[in-house]
Nanobody
């Protein structure tokens, strides 16, 4: 099983972008899904996570601007990013955690610049 992320792009400050991450096969017992990001010279950080019951958790820097959602039937997690800022520029990684496995996507570049 592989996670395939899509939605990479270059947007202007204040713009929006939607990332999606789908599993190539069936994953049994998915618990949490999440998005992380890593900017140049910085450590990877959690951006947003969503539990199996729909509870969400966001980094303080994205609260009110980003929304995470999931489609369990499609093993897909989404990240809607609004009002993007230059400091949101990073490689974004998706993650799906199941009972006995932990899957990461390959990373997708998001660049916010005028």
């Amino acid at each position: 099983v592989q996670l395939q992320a899509s939605g990479r792009g270059l947007v202007q400050p204040g713009g929006y972008l939607r990332l999606s991450c789908a599993a190539s096969g069936s994953i049994v017992g998915i618990n949490a899904m999440g998005w992380y990001r890593q900017a140049p010279g910085k450590q990877r950080e959690l951006v947003a996570a969503i539990g199996s019951g729909g509870s969400t958790n966001y980094a303080d820097s994205v609260k009110g601007r980003f929304t995470i959602s999931r489609d369990n039937a499609k093993n897909t997690v989404y990240l809607q990013m609004n009002n993007l800022k230059p400091e949101d520029t990073a490689v974004y990684y998706c993650r799906q955690i199941a009972t006995n496995s932990d899957y990461w996507g390959q990373g997708t570049q998001v660049t916010v610049s005028s």
